[in-house]
C-alpha cells in the first residue's frame, strides 16, 4: 500500500542536541512538507519541496533544516537553535499543484 | 500575510444535532481549498474545493466555497460521537495554509 512514513513516533532529546526525523513516501508524490503542530496552534509550516533538490521556507523555518535528496525522501533536522523544539510534527506529501495532501502519522518530539 | 481563520474554535452538540464549521481565508495565492478531519494523530483527508458554488458531499457531511466572500463551510447532519474531532481548513497552492481548527465535541 501507497503511503507516507514517519520515524520515530516518540523521540527524546536532551537540550542542545539536533535531532533528525525521517518522511518517506512511496506515492511517487513531488511535493513533500513538514508541519509543526501546538496545541491550539494548528499546523504550521516548516519548510516544503516541490522538487528534489530543492525546497522552501516555510512560516517558521528558524532553526530547522530539511534536505530533498531523492523524491521518496524529506528528512527534517531540528537544530539546538530552535527555542522550543517539543511538539508534534507532521509529515505530508501531494502531487504538486494539485492539493489533497497525505499525511504521515506524525513525530512527537519531547525535549527534556 | 496569509491567513485562515476558523470558527468556533470549539463547539459541542448533542448527537443528532446539525453543525456549521466555518472557514475563511486570505491567500495570496489561491488553487484550493481543504477540509480535514483530525481524531489522533494524522489528518485525513474530507474535501478540496476549487468552485465557487458547486456543493460537495460525501455521506452527512458536505461543504461548499465561496471565493467572491474567500469563505468555505463545512455542514455534518445528524451528528454522531464518531464526528468528535479537531476539523482543519487549509488554503492555497504550492504553499498550504492551515487554519487553529475547530474542535467539535459530540454528547451522546
Known amino acids: 500500500d501507497g503511503g507516507i512514513t514517519q520515524s520515530p513516533k516518540y523521540l527524546f532529546r536532551k537540550e542542545g542536541q539536533n535531532v533528525t526525523l525521517s518522511c518517506e513516501q512511496n506515492l511517487n508524490h513531488d511535493a513533500m512538507y513538514w508541519y509543526r503542530q501546538d496545541p491550539g496552534q494548528g499546523l504550521r509550516l516548516i519548510y516544503y519541496s516541490q522538487i528534489v533538490n530543492d525546497f522552501q521556507k516555510g512560516d517558521i523555518a528558524e532553526g530547522y533544516s530539511v534536505s530533498r535528496e531523492k523524491k521518496e525522501s524529506f528528512p527534517l533536522t531540528v537544530t539546538s537553535a530552535q527555542k522550543n523544539p517539543t511538539a508534534f510534527y507532521l509529515c505530508?506529501?501531494?502531487?504538486?499543484?494539485?492539493?489533497?495532501?497525505?499525511f504521515g502519522s506524525g513525530t512527537r518530539l519531547t525535549v527534556v | 500575510e496569509d491567513k485562515v481563520v476558523q470558527s468556533p474554535l470549539s463547539l459541542v452538540v448533542h448527537e443528532g444535532d446539525t453543525v456549521t464549521l466555518n472557514c475563511s481565508y486570505e491567500v495570496t495565492n489561491f488553487r484550493s481549498l481543504l477540509w480535514y478531519k483530525q481524531e489522533k494523530k494524522a489528518p485525513t483527508f474530507l474535501f478540496m474545493l476549487t468552485s465557487s458554488g458547486i456543493e460537495k458531499k460525501s455521506g452527512r457531511l458536505s461543504s461548499i466555497l465561496d471565493k467572491k466572500e474567500l469563505f468555505s463551510i463545512l455542514n455534518i447532519t445528524a451528528t454522531q460521537t464518531g464526528d468528535s474531532a479537531v476539523y482543519l481548513c487549509?488554503?492555497?497552492?504550492?504553499?498550504?495554509?492551515f487554519g487553529k481548527g475547530t474542535r467539535l465535541h459530540i454528547l451522546p
Open positions: 505530508a506529501s501531494s502531487i504538486a499543484q494539485m492539493g489533497g495532501y497525505t
Open positions: 487549509a488554503g492555497g497552492d504550492d504553499k498550504i495554509i
